[in-house]
């Protein structure tokens, strides 16, 4: 069984920064794709950043610029580091990877809440 284990969300003030972990344990062969999602207050969950294993980046248009996506391959670890955040930032941010067991399978995080005032 895998699990995804996030941390890192809180109260920001705008233009403030946040750095969200998300670490993959249980028994692991390998990680393919690892991203993450936000979902605002009553609108469905969208994609923000995804890093392949290889270290391939993607972005949604509305983080460009402000957020990075890493990850440590050696840690299961995948990292966003969220610059100049804004309101509309807010939302729970789920951690997401494709991970190969005995099979491939696509797991979640439980979700960690990031509050962005104004």
């Known amino acids: 069984q895998v699990q995804l284990v996030e941390s890192g969300g809180g109260l920001v003030s705008a233009g403030g920064s946040l750095r969200l972990s998300c670490t993959a344990s249980g028994t692991i062969f390998s990680i393919n794709v690892m991203d993450w999602y936000r979902q605002a207050p009553g609108k469905q969950r969208d994609m923000v950043a995804r890093?392949?294993?290889?270290?391939?980046?993607n972005y949604a248009d509305s983080v460009k610029g402000r957020f990075t996506i890493s990850r440590d391959n050696a840690k299961n670890t995948v990292y966003l580091q969220m610059s100049s955040l804004k309101p509309e930032d807010t939302g729970v941010y789920y951690c997401?990877?494709?991970?190969?067991?005995?099979?491939?399978?696509?797991?979640w995080g439980q979700g960690t809440q990031v509050t962005v005032s104004s």
């Open positions: 890093i392949t294993s290889g270290g391939v980046t």
């Open positions: 997401h990877a494709t991970v190969t067991t005995t099979y491939t399978g696509s797991y």
